[in-house]
T-cell receptor, first 114, second 117 residues
Framework: DARVTQTPRDKVTEMGQEVTMRCQPI?????VFWYRQTMMQGLELLAY????????DSGMPKDRFSAEMPDATLATLKIQPSEPRDSAVYFC????????????FGSGTRLTVV | AQKITQTQPGMFVQEKEAVTLDCTYD???????LFWYKQPSSGEMIFLIY??????QNATEGRYSLNFQKARKSANLVISASQLGDSAMYFC??????????????FGTGTRLQVTL
């Protein structure tokens, strides 16, 4: 089965440190999403890309968060500097404009900032 | 205004019974898609079922069916013959501007389903 791969699975870091989360979308999928899940806010869209170009990053705190797709097989979400309120599960999902029904989610990165 | 509303924070159902999880949505776009995802305690998001706004028939996938009432803007998930493994969080989601390309999903707050013996 094709899958979206996210690394790391878990990350504990100290406040102020840089955190980088990585996502390998399904081969052939041209749209990649970053979602954040917290108990308080639920699932929020942070950013998404189509054909590696950012389409919408309005959900992302611009001062500390950045999202990129250096190539079609890798998407990154970086937080610098990290804060305790960034503690959440970060999901990457990918989809294809050829198959608009299916969005496949990765297993998520559980981030804890202490 | 909330685009996706799930009013049941938690639900209980006995094994082998059917259960309905409610979802209402709000959009002015005539073309949209509705999704249900399951999130077990392990955390992954599992796609269950999809309904397009122009689909004439309600979607079904095995024990899952979607009760789509367009005029009421509701897209309830029905799980038949519940199993213990159905215990999980269930999310309703919507994609607007369904132009045939993958666009963003907006999620509801979820319903936690507990299946009991």
């Amino acid at each position: 089965d094709a899958r979206v791969t996210q690394t790391p699975r878990d990350k504990v870091t100290e406040m102020g440190q840089e955190v980088t989360m990585r996502c390998q979308p399904i081969l052939g999928h041209n749209t990649v999403f970053w979602y954040r899940q917290t108990m308080m806010q639920g699932l929020e869209l942070l950013a998404y890309f189509r054909n590696r170009a950012p389409l919408d990053d309005s959900g992302m705190p611009k001062d500390r968060f950045s999202a990129e797709m250096p190539d079609a097989t890798l998407a990154t979400l970086k937080i610098q500097p990290s804060e305790p309120r960034d503690s959440a599960v970060y999901f990457c999902a990918s989809g294809s404009s050829m198959d608009p029904y299916g969005y496949t989610f990765g297993s998520g990165t559980r981030l804890t900032v202490v | 205004a909330q685009k996706i509303t799930q009013t049941q924070p938690g639900m209980f159902v006995q094994e082998k019974e059917a259960v309905t999880l409610d979802c209402t949505y709000d959009t002015s776009d005539p073309s949209y898609g509705l999704f249900w995802y399951k999130q077990p305690s392990s955390g992954e998001m599992i796609f269950l079922i999809y309904q397009g706004s122009y689909d004439q028939q309600n979607a079904t996938e095995g024990r899952y069916s979607l009760n789509f009432q367009k005029a009421r803007k509701s897209a309830n998930l029905v799980i038949s013959a519940s199993q213990l493994g159905d215990s999980a969080m269930y999310f309703c989601a919507m994609r607007e501007d369904f132009t045939g390309t993958a666009s963003k999903l907006t999620f509801g707050t979820g319903t936690r389903l507990q299946v009991t013996l």
